[in-house]
């Protein structure tokens, strides 16, 4: 089984740009679908983005495509998600989960393993 560890979170202003990081440990990293989920205060869990095995394949909410990018480098069993042009309603814990149904998903419930979520807040 994969652990999932997320770090880069922060405080930022609107506008400002984070990139968040998730490492992945205990399982054989490229054999999993990885996506970002989000989840604010008194909200569901939301999806984010979603990217294929090898990176070929990617898939965003309406509410960040084009301004949010995941990438992941399977050698380093890492997945990123870069986010620029952050705006407030962003604010929320950032969760990446990895699946192995080889297939991408945006539904929660896809995706078996997850880490311990990272703070993004963003000022007005």
């Known amino acids: 089984q994969v652990q999932l560890v997320e770090s880069g979170g922060g405080l930022v202003q609107a506008g400002a740009s984070l990139r968040l990081s998730c490492v992945a440990s205990?399982?054989?990293?490229?054999?999993?679908?990885m996506a970002w989920f989000r989840q604010a205060p008194g909200k569901e869990r939301e999806f984010v983005a979603a990217?294929?095995?090898?990176?070929?394949?990617?898939y965003y909410a309406d509410s960040v495509k084009g301004r949010f990018a995941i990438s992941r480098d399977n050698a380093k069993n890492t997945v990123y998600l870069q986010m620029n042009s952050l705006k407030p309603e962003d604010t929320a814990v950032y969760y990446c989960?990895?699946?192995?149904?080889?297939?991408?998903?945006?539904?929660?419930?896809?995706?078996?393993?997850w880490g311990q979520g990272t703070q993004v807040t963003v000022s007005s």
């Open positions: 989960a990895g699946t192995q149904i080889g297939f991408i998903s945006r539904a929660p419930d896809r995706y078996a393993y």
């Open positions: 205990g399982g054989i990293f490229s054999s999993y679908v």
């Open positions: 990217i294929s095995l090898a990176g070929g394949s990617t």
